[in-house]
């Protein structure tokens, strides 16, 4: 079965560093690849997407992540990060093909110092 | 916004209760998802319905039921409610499958 690992549970950047969130995925095949962002009292929203060619992929509001095959990893970055990105930050892994069902991580809580 | 509507925001009830969630997918979408979203278990997923008929089926108790209208609105139906089903219930809608969209969630607490 596939499985999602955000190994950061919390991780605290001061406005205006660089940002790395890490995701890792166990699957057999190149799954498909989500980041989704959750704002206190929001539902999800997707940031970016991977299912296939170019592994560097540009999301909204600056984000980008690189998927690298040989690490099973998704991992999301921002070069320069503001007071209002402040929020939860989802992996998610879907089955290529077929029904799909992803798979979430348990979620990454980005905390913002000014 | 996603496009994806849920209501009620809000609902406080006392165990052994029932409730109904409701969500309006996006226009054009056919897929449903419901997902419980709680502090220990993190998003689980508990079911999928395609164009009124039930696809996939995840982590949901039996005590718990959905259902996909023909105007392809769903519910979620809860019912002998316990303390532990106190969570966030999120509603997400997709076209082709791969891309969900998420409703604003109802917040459920259970007294």
């Known amino acids: 079965a596939q499985s999602v690992t955000q190994p950061d549970i919390h991780i605290t950047v001061s406005e205006g560093a660089s940002l790395e969130l890490r995701c890792n995925y166990s699957?057999?095949?190149?799954?498909?690849l989500f980041w989704y962002v959750q704002s206190p009292g929001q539902g999800l929203q997707l940031l970016l997407k991977?299912?296939?060619?170019?592994?560097l992929v540009q999301g909204i509001k600056g984000f980008e992540a690189e998927f690298k095959r040989s690490q099973s990893s998704f991992n999301l970055r921002k070069p320069s990060v503001h007071w209002s990105d402040a929020a939860e930050y989802f992996c998610?892994?879907?089955?290529?093909?077929?029904?799909?069902?992803?798979?979430f991580g348990r979620g990454t809580s980005l905390i913002v110092h000014p | 916004d996603s496009g994806v509507t849920q209501t009620p925001k809000h609902l406080i009830t006392a165990t052994g209760q029932r409730v109904t969630l409701r969500c309006s997918p996006r226009?054009?979408?056919?897929?449903v998802y419901w997902y419980q979203q709680s502090l220990d278990q993190g998003l689980q997923f508990l079911i999928q319905?395609?164009?009124?008929?039930?696809?996939a089926k995840g982590n949901i108790l039996e005590r718990f039921s959905a259902q996909q209208f023909p105007d392809l609105h769903s519910e979620l139906n809860l019912s002998s409610l316990e303390l532990g089903d106190s969570a966030l219930y999120f509603c997400?809608?997709?076209?082709?499958?791969?891309?969900?969209?998420f409703g604003p969630g109802t917040r459920l607490t259970v007294l």
């Open positions: 319905y395609y164009n009124g008929e039930e696809r």
């Open positions: 998610a892994v879907g089955l290529t093909g077929g029904s799909y069902i992803p798979t």
């Open positions: 997400a809608s997709s076209r082709q499958g791969e891309e969900q969209f």
């Open positions: 991977y299912f296939s060619g170019d592994t």
């Open positions: 226009s054009g979408d056919l897929s």
């Open positions: 699957y057999g095949a190149t799954p498909y």
